[in-house]
């Protein structure tokens, strides 16, 4: 029997990306994204952490779809800026999800720091919540640098701007597979698969 577990995203860059890493990793499950389930109302990211934010969005998609769900808040943290983004990532500038106006306003904020205080970090806290009442959160993070202008078109987000640490392409210059096997998000969901199996086979 088939188990249809939901991404709760409108992400299409995230989408693509968990599908890549879960549709053929846990057998026997659908993975399915927002589009595929009636539409239901999304409630604000109030949460002050990546995985207050992640639970917060499964817990929601559990609730409207009665489907097992998984979910992910990521973003960017800066040295320089004590942190932030964080959690404000996708809305930076402003208006959620303007890749390019969040970016602009990062690279002018960091116009003047030097090379050594550009170190960043992309942070991806992943949640599985099942109906049942199962949950399961878990963090990675992928340390690199802040270049001063935009390189690379695959990605989406700060990845043109963020080389991670032992090289010299940006994240949005890397294959998409190389991108899975190295990433914040593709860490967290690769360590959430097997929790996955278990918990839906246990379900």
Excluded at 110 to 122: K, M, Q, S, W, Y
Excluded at 197 to 202: E, F, N, P, Q
């Amino acid at each position: 029997m088939t188990t249809r577990l939901l991404l709760a995203t409108r992400n299409t860059g995230k989408l693509a990306e968990l599908q890549r890493l879960l549709a053929s990793a846990v057998p026997g499950v659908e993975v399915v994204g927002l589009a595929d389930v009636p539409e239901y109302p999304e409630a604000p990211e109030t949460g002050a952490t990546f995985t207050e934010n992640a639970l917060l969005k499964a817990r929601e998609a559990v609730r409207y779809t009665g489907l097992p769900a998984v979910a992910d808040d990521s973003g960017i943290t800066v040295d320089a800026l004590n942190g932030m983004p964080g959690v404000l990532s996708a809305r930076w500038s402003g208006r959620h999800g303007d890749d390019d106006a969040n970016t602009a306003l990062l690279l002018g904020q960091l116009a003047d720091v030097p090379e050594e205080r550009r170190g960043a970090a992309f942070v991806c806290a992943a949640a599985l919540v099942t109906p049942e009442g199962a949950e399961e959160v878990l963090q990675r993070e992928w340390r690199g640098r802040v270049i001063h202008e935009k390189r690379g078109k695959n990605g989406f987000g700060y990845d043109p701007v963020f080389v991670p640490d032992g090289l010299e392409l940006t994240s949005a210059e890397l294959r998409p597979a190389e991108k899975d096997a190295r990433s914040h998000r593709g860490r967290a969901f690769a360590a959430l698969v097997p929790v996955i199996s278990r918990v839906l086979d246990a379900g």
